[in-house]
């Protein structure tokens, strides 16, 4: 029995295009169908979908870029982005290592992860005051002396 | 940090949003093939829950399950499932040692009473009265039980506390023992693997402290969401294996284009994990990927099987000559395989079953 050669990795067929695209467009059709009849959000996942590269890129360029593109420093970087399509945005997390975490399509008209939770908004309020209530603090009118 | 403060709470004191809950259930959502609407209720979950008090306790083991888990790719995105559990008990990672050591594992099973969770690396010897692993002058088998008594519910990490891997591999000299076959009274989770995949441990136990349940399980314990398939249902060499075309050596040319490796002993089709989706490294690659068979190293009985380089179908009175005949008619083949390893995969379940009685 022979064994590995060293540093023999054999291709990988992510260059191939599979039919998937069309698939995942025709899923996206449907849930942006539902979106407009009944106001309910949908998400595909695409890494867990037998998806190779090209068939990425194929669905990429196929959507197209829209008006609006956000990126997120969240525990790593994420971008969300609106794709031609209204309603149907591309969203992408990475981990701080660069590495994708999760990919998907969310049809929605805001994508949640853009929504300011109200937990975080009450936090921010309590951020605010302390703030104001530091800049109102008087300077010491000693130190102001001494240093001028 | 108090105990007392949700998660939620306790993060957002330490500048951590929402939005990273959010991001975090989506990868959650993700790995654990939960539809991507389940990442705002896991987020919800995870931010209202509690931290979780977690008790390990490794025995037979190498450490590499543990090395895995903290090994896990990040760092801040999967380093959340640490902010998520008090570790209050390890002996790799725990700072203090000896008596302190153990008074921390008591002092977390009381206060934590019928909450906590225990994880188990390594298999537990039995034979001899346990004397062949002891901790703090306790037996393995004794400090399992003990500990166990008032744990919410066990998760068995890694093949030897699964299903007793290497040390139960024969002649099992220490009589070698997996957690289920000790633990009948509470609910054991099992994610083998030598070492498990660190996303299926960390997924598993936000599952457990998000929904406060335990996450669907095959007839071995094993989450679905992770074990649910073979290696060989999401390889991407799966349509060399459906053509009948296969590497017949690591150094022939089918090798070099990247055909299906199971003449050369990928144990691919009876192997029930996530390499060939989640993979190794941050996502990288996986054996397979890498030019080398699959060990099923999350299987029972993994040394046992006869050699890693064996077809599959080689052991249960297939010749090489009839593999190579068979291979010739190529799709037919990939049927006629499936049946055999099919068997060989019985086999190996049965002769477990076997074993345990």
Redesign the interface.
Known sequence: ?????HG??????AAYRTGMADAVLREIAGLLDRLIGTGE?????L??L?MTDADREELKSRLGGGEVRAT?D???P?TVEETAISGVWW?R?E???G????E?I?VTRIP??LIT?P??LS?GAARLKDLIGADETPPKQETAYEQG | MSKADTLGDQLAKRGVSRRAFLKYSAYLASIMALPPSAASALAEGLAKARRQAVIWLSFQECTGCTESLTRARGPTLEDLIFNFISLDYHHTLMAVSGEAAEAARHQSMQENKGKYIVIVDGSVPTKDGGVYSTIAGQTNVAMLRETVENAFAVISVGTCASFGGLPYANPNPTGAAPVTKLVTDKPVINIPGCPPIPEAMAGTVAHLISFGKLPELDHMHRPKAFFGETIHDRCYRRPFYDRGMFAKSFDDEGARKGWCLYEVGCKGPIAYNACATLKWNGGVSFPIQSGHGCFACASPNFWDQGGFYKPLSASVGMSGSVIGGAAAVGAAFGAGAAYLARRRKHTIVDTVSAKDK
């Open positions: 029995m022979s064994t590995p050669p023999a990795i054999p291709p990988h067929p959000d949908g998400a595909i996942d890494r867990s037998p997120l969240v525990a790593g994420s969203i997390h981990g701080a290592d590495c994708i975490a999760n998907q969310a949640p992860i939770h937990d975080d936090l």
